[in-house]
């Protein structure tokens, strides 16, 4: 993950996401990049990979914060929904489900 990344993209969440989706990403993730369960690897990159993890929930977590992010990343726009519309959606967040074998563009079970 580079510096370049969105907040969004280190969480691994679309920016339509709701606070509940936020905070499952967040957990999940921060559970799977521990450096505790890193001990054998390197522990710099988990470190790295939890600290960026860390900072985009502490922004996206507090709705003031995430809408002044939105705002100074242009994603203030209306993006189209990702479920049950069509697949030439607004930001790029076309849905997948047309095909049975798609990988979600996400590392976790939302709810």
């Known amino acids: 993950m580079t510096c370049d990344d969105t907040l969004y993209e280190a969480l691994e969440i ?9 905070k499952a990403a967040y957990r999940c993730l921060a559970q799977r990049h521990h450096p505790d369960k890193h001990v054998a690897l390197d522990n710099d990159v988990s470190n790295n990979k939890l600290i960026l993890i860390n900072n985009a929930y502490s ?3 507090d709705p003031v914060a995430r809408q002044d992010y939105d705002r100074a990343m242009g994603f203030h726009k209306q993006y189209g929904e990702r479920r049950g519309g ?3 959606q607004v930001g790029g967040f076309a849905a997948t489900a047309s095909t049975p074998n798609a990988s979600r563009p996400f ?3 939302p709810i």
């Open 14 to 22: 679309s920016p339509r996401a709701s606070m509940e989706v936020v």
């Open 107 to 109: 590392g976790f079970r």
């Open 59 to 61: 922004v996206l977590s």
């Open 86 to 88: 069509s697949k030439e």
